[in-house]
């Protein structure tokens, strides 16, 4: 035959393209959504960009628990331009306030108090050894009343 004008004419269905074959390796998460169909289909979870993240160590916001100790260091950071008196009791009151928030009994905090009352911060060793011990609490992972004792 010499070309496809001499090719017999048969009269029969359109070719389809064979059946879909499920390859094998790691099926996709979640199908490719049309335009049309909606964006979010649960009612009350919320975005990505609108959603308030909360640090899982001290509950508050603005950092998670990897960087919780970077936002303790930050802070100390920012507290050393200040002036010596200033400085320190700025540190005693956020660190007080912050080990509130740290998961820890209220044991520890109670006894932290009293140990806060009977120091006298008059001069630069006690407010240097009430600073190393307020960081030592905050920075520690674990608080527990034996901690407590010991760094006493």
Known sequence: VKSCMFWPHIRLDPLEPPPFKIMPGRPTEMRRKDQLEPKRLKVGKLNRTRRIMTCAKCGSTGHNKRGFKEVVLLCLYVSLSLDIKTMFHQIFYSYILKICFIKCSLCVY????????????????????????????VTVENVSIDHVKEAM
């Open 110 to 137: 109670i006894e932290f108090l009293c140990f806060i009352m009977q120091t006298s911060v008059n001069n630069m060793f006690d407010y240097a050894y009430l600073f190393n011990f307020c960081f030592f609490i």
